[in-house]
């Protein structure tokens, strides 16, 4: 019998996945920070995932960013701020910024069954790109 995968390798799995879907949606798009388009674009967070486990996988939250902006510039997150209302517009911004302080107030964990969803939900995503 297969053992079933762990919660944190299912959650991580949907990470991969879920960052292969920004990049698809995001492909050609200048960094959300610095506006530049470069090499190695990667999916960054506007609420790190640290902090705001609860919007890791909030497409609103994700973004493209250049390698430098998303991990070693400290102060990238003026640059994202300033560009986030034009990507996704103010009505989704201001939704993304009462979910953080919701997430914050209530916390939220994933469970198995939303995750794997979620896995089955971007995977086929990313077939409708092709």
């Not at 902090?51 to 994700?62: A, E, H, K, S």
Request: net charge positive.
């Amino acid at each position: 019998m297969k053992k079933a995968k762990t919660l944190p390798k299912v959650k991580k799995d949907l990470q991969i996945v879920f960052n292969a879907w920004i990049r698809l949606r995001d492909h050609g798009k200048p960094c959300i920070s610095c506006g530049q388009v470069k090499d190695n674009m990667q999916a960054g967070h506007f609420y790190p995932t640290g902090g705001y486990d609860g919007l890791r996988f909030d497409p609103d939250n994700c973004h493209l960013e250049c390698q430098r902006c998303n991990l070693f510039d400290d102060s990238h997150l003026i640059g994202y701020a300033e560009n986030l209302p034009e990507r996704i517009g103010i009505e989704r911004y201001n939704a993304l910024k009462l979910n953080a302080k919701i997430y914050k107030s209530i916390g939220q964990k994933f469970s198995r069954v939303e995750l794997m969803e979620a896995i089955e939900f971007y995977k086929k995503a990313i077939k409708d790109f092709s």
